[in-house]
């Protein structure tokens, strides 16, 4: 198991965000996260890639405990994350802004540079090279925001809706670098609000609401879940 997330809980004042959240990951998987607005999915995200403590519980990397690490330790030993929010350095290029990952992990700039061309030819960005981050489309901030993460050399990449305001087209192009990604021998833990793109994807779903783990299983069995129904997907989605 590549990660194990123990009795993870998390307070923000009086709200407990994150409630007593166990999981694993499984070396090349690729789990989905799902839940409805507000469920604690970022927040597992923060309290997984070290930048927020967890009040109770632990997190256990690759057989290392790693609860006490802050971010950019998680970082250098493989454990990575986007941001929900997109905020590339406008003025940067998008090689710049992709090696500002590759420097987490190496010093050395010519290396730095080497993976950053490595990262952006794998997320199709390689002819944006010297375009300034500001004047790309939200498809292609997505993109760099996924290479600038790759920069880093992860072995597990958790993703924070990087489908989200993508037409058609980008969505399957997106699915598509997924597995891409996936056949380089990286894990990924995806949060995605669109159903059928987290649905095809994934090999397991893990389900929150209100910071609880309510379902964990195949996309089939926990679309099937009364629980997650109720909570998130509605009956319209099983009827369709
Ligand atoms: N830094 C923070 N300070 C205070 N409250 C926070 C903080 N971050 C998140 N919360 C609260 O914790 C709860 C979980 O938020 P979180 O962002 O993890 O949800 P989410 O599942 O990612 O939602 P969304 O699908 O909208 O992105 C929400 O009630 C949110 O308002
Ligand atoms: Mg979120």
Do not use: W
């Not at 999915?41 to 109770?56: A, E, H, I, W, Y």
């Not at 997907?233 to 369709?240: F, I, Q, V, W």
């Amino acid at each position: 198991m590549i990660l194990r997330a123990e009795n993870l809980t998390k307070f923000f004042g009086g709200l407990a965000a994150l409630k007593e959240v166990s999981f694993g990951i499984e070396e090349g998987e690729i789990l989905g996260l799902i839940g409805p607005n507000g469920a604690g999915k970022t927040t597992l995200f923060n309290v997984v890639s070290g930048f927020f403590r967890p009040d109770r519980g632990r997190v256990v990397f690759a057989d290392e405990p790693i609860t006490q690490l802050k971010a950019p330790q998680r970082c250098r030993i493989g454990l990575v994350r986007t941001f929900q929010v997109v905020k590339p350095f406008g003025n940067l290029t998008v090689l710049q802004n992709v090696m500002v990952g590759s420097f987490l992990r190496t010093a050395d700039p010519g290396f730095a540079r080497e993976r950053a061309l490595e990262a952006m030819e794998l997320v199709g960005l390689s002819g944006r090279r010297d375009t300034a981050a500001k004047s790309l489309t939200i498809s292609d901030r997505k993109r760099l925001e996924v290479a600038r993460a790759l920069a880093t050399r992860p072995r597990l990449l958790l993703l924070d809706e990087v489908m989200a305001g993508l037409n058609p087209t980008e969505l399957a192009q997106m699915l598509d670098l997924f597995k891409r990604i996936r056949s380089h021998g990286v894990t990924l833990l995806v949060i995605e609000h669109i159903m059928a793109a987290i649905m095809t994807i994934s090999e397991r779903l893990l389900v929150l609401h209100h910071g609880e783990k309510i379902a964990e299983g195949t996309p089939k069995d926990v679309a099937a879940d009364k629980r997650v129904v109720d909570a998130y997907l509605g009956e319209e989605y099983l009827l369709a």
